[in-house]
């Protein structure tokens, strides 16, 4: 195992499962336009931004809108979902993700968030974990999606060690493709069939720990 300075974390399917809420917000813009939008139809919004997924939505109810009610559509699911995780508690943090946090900390392993949400901190802040987090770069910070690199970039700077020092855990084809593009390791967390790519891929985090990743 090389030398393992930090972890960036991408935030939904990885700490929480936010995706339900993404999904009941979504279908209900879908549904508001006279289409339906299935929770397969979801799968492809995953790791994917705020205007390209909405952009996906559109296609599949075969709607075509200018920017600008494009925009007020993004807004208007983006204010749904916010009402949701306003609601959310730290018992949806994922299983076994805390005790491997303390894990990390316990090893002086510095934690980082990549993360495309826009949303992140809040998230992070009703789930009570912002105090693990050395760095959050998250969607109001990166001008480029996954799976460019960026967002995991900017995680590694602000925590002053090299990319590939560092392991990504994600959920997501793109997110793992973006952690590969960035010369970082990768745990995909999730179904091998989708996260081949990874160097290691795992359920969950329940039973994980530092010992597994031997890359």
């Not at 300075?5 to 399917?13: P, T, V």
């Not at 993404?22 to 919004?45: P, V």
């Not at 990390?104 to 949400?117: D, Q, T, V």
Request: with cysteine.
């Amino acid at each position: 195992m090389g030398k393992i300075s930090a972890c960036i974390f991408d935030l939904d399917g990885v700490v929480v499962d936010t995706a339900k809420y993404h999904y009941i917000a979504w279908k209900s813009l879908a549904n508001e336009l006279g289409f339906d939008f299935t929770e397969e139809d979801n799968e492809r919004l995953k790791g994917v931004s705020r205007m390209r997924s909405l952009d996906i939505l559109l296609e599949i109810g075969g709607v075509e809108l200018d920017e600008q009610t494009k925009l007020e559509l993004a807004d208007k699911k983006n204010k749904n979902y916010v009402e949701y995780i306003l609601k959310m508690t730290p018992d949806e943090i994922l299983p076994g993700v805390k005790d491997f946090f303390n894990e990390l900390k316990a090893k002086e392993i510095k934690i980082a968030l990549g993360s495309a949400s826009k949303n992140a901190m809040t998230i992070l802040n009703q789930l009570e974990l912002t105090d693990y987090f050395d760095a959050v770069v998250d969607g109001t910070h990166v001008s480029n999606a996954k799976p460019d690199p960026e967002v995991f970039l900017k995680g590694a700077e602000l925590l002053g060690v090299s990319p590939s020092e560092c392991v990504v855990f994600e959920d997501a084809e793109a997110g793992v493709e973006a952690a590969i593009n960035g010369n970082m390791n990768c745990v995909g967390i999730g179904s091998p069939d989708v996260l081949g790519k990874a160097n290691i891929v795992v359920p969950g985090f329940v039973g994980f720990s530092m010992t597994q990743l031997n890359f």
